[in-house]
């Protein structure tokens, strides 16, 4: 079971790590974390006046139907020869902001930081404008990967916000996360999920990803449970999910989380499947193991190689279902050349009290040189002979034991030919 264990364990985190991930800081002794509380109390940023002179607001008319009709270097031109007009200050405050999302979109991504940052430094502008300049400054900064500025930014636009959009959260979380912090990310991360008008799959991911690998294993199956809910046909949740109930010893439920995920239809890796058969076999319920290996083997999803035909074979035997065995090792055995497989065939007819299908099987066994103890094979072929009246022959295989047996068996042979005789009179 250790070695199944590993085996899904290895199996879900290559499968949560197999994108940006795999930058994460793992560590052995982590701190609690707690969710970021939302009983803060903005700060009120103090009014100034916000007016605006005619010629001002009608220079920036026309200067907007530039803008509007895609004449950016024609906007820009007429907001730099505005800087050098009398203004005050919200209106040179206006001026910056317009011409940053100039610059953004010319895609000039520093000198759109530029004029952002002194329109901010004015600290004039309503507090709307005010905090959408600020939240801009923070994503052009983690556009360009400047982490510790895009995290300032944004902890100066939370004085001011009352009720922080989802998105802000998931930006703080993401710079911490890029710094290598992930623990500092993981509150963030957590309250844009809570606060997400709608589940983002990216961002559950991110802090499933976080939770997992520095096994937090309660809280991850929460998470995985959620993307499971909303994404039911992606393999990898139902494999992660199962790979952290596992972790949490809890091999019942990572075989239910399984089996949700095959009755959904998403379960098709070769690895899963022979997971969740393995699994099966392991938890006793050989039964669904077996049909689930022959289901997938029939439609081409698990090879029918030895290991898996060994798996089959295991699980038809322990459901007692030895007709499907039998079938498996007629499949196996020529293949292999073993001379075992066929004292199992032997075995499984014996069940069945087929004496005739156990004559064959044993001749069959006996062709290999390598079979550790034929002698037990020469009872079993002389109990065949013995159920069907052939005397004779079951006083030859039992005397073949004698001989090459070991001592049990050769007490057992001569206790059989005592029999044989008296019943052959």
């Known amino acids: 079971m250790s070695i199944l264990r590993t085996s899904l364990r290895l199996l879900v985190i290559v499968t949560i790590c197999s994108s940006a991930y795999t930058q994460l800081v793992r560590s052995e002794s982590l ?3 707690h969710p970021l509380k939302e009983n803060r109390v903005a700060l009120e940023r103090p009014n100034s006046a916000r007016q605006m002179a ?19 270097e024609g906007a820009m031109k007429s907001l730099t020869t505005m800087l ?3 203004l005050s200050k919200y209106e040179k405050a206006v001026v910056y902001q317009f011409m940053g999302f100039v610059y953004v979109q010319q895609n000039k991504i520093d000198e759109a930081i530029d004029v952002f940052s002194k329109c901010v430094n004015l600290n004039v502008l309503s507090n709307t404008q005010h905090q959408s300049t600020v939240f801009n400054l923070a994503s052009l900064y983690g556009s360009k990967e400047q982490w510790d500025l895009a995290i300032s930014s944004l902890m100066d636009f939370y004085k001011f916000e009352a009720d922080p959009a989802s998105e802000s959260y998931i930006m703080a979380g993401i710079a911490y996360f890029q710094k290598g ?3 500092e990310a993981l509150p963030y991360i957590t309250i844009a999920n809570i606060k997400s008008l709608e589940p983002k799959e990216s961002w559950l991911q991110l802090e499933l990803a976080i939770l997992f690998l520095n096994k937090r294993y309660d809280d991850a199956v929460n998470i995985v449970k959620q993307l499971a809910t909303y994404w039911p046909e992606k393999e990898k949740y139902w494999e992660t999910m199962a790979g952290a109930y596992m972790e949490m010893q809890k091999d019942a439920d990572a075989l239910a989380a399984l089996n949700l995920g095959y009755k959904n239809n998403a379960i098709e890796k070769k690895e899963t499947l022979e997971s969740l058969a393995r699994l099966s076999l392991y938890l006793e319920i050989p039964y669904q193991a077996a049909v689930i290996m022959e289901e997938n083997m029939d439609a081409g999803l698990i090879e029918r190689n030895e290991d898996n035909l060994r798996l089959l074979l295991g699980a038809w035997t322990s459901a007692r ?15 292999l050349n073993d001379g075992k497989l066929f004292i199992q065939k032997a075995m499984l007819l014996n069940e069945k009290g087929d004496w005739s299908g156990i004559k064959e099987a ?3 066994a006996l062709l290999d040189d390598d079979l550790e103890n034929p002698g037990d094979v020469f009872i079993l072929r002389g109990m065949a002979h013995t159920e069907l009246a052939e005397y004779e022959e079951a ?3 039992f005397t073949e034991a004698i001989e090459v047996g070991t001592d049990s068996n050769k007490r057992n042979a001569e206790a059989w ?3 044989v005789s008296d019943r052959r009179g």
Do not use: S
Not at 54 to 72: P, Q, S
Not at 325 to 331: G, P, R, S
């Open 417 to 419: 030919i005592e029999y």
């Open 84 to 86: 050098e007009w009398n």
């Open 395 to 397: 006083i030859d295989a």
């Open 54 to 72: 005619y010629n001002v607001n009608k220079k920036f008319e026309g200067i907007a139907d530039r803008f509007g009709n895609g004449d950016l």
């Open 31 to 33: 701190p609690q974390y």
């Open 362 to 364: 044993t001749k069959m």
């Open 181 to 183: 912090q992930p623990l």
């Open 321 to 335: 279902e030895f007709d499907e065995a039998i079938e498996v090792i007629d499949v196996l055995a020529p293949m």
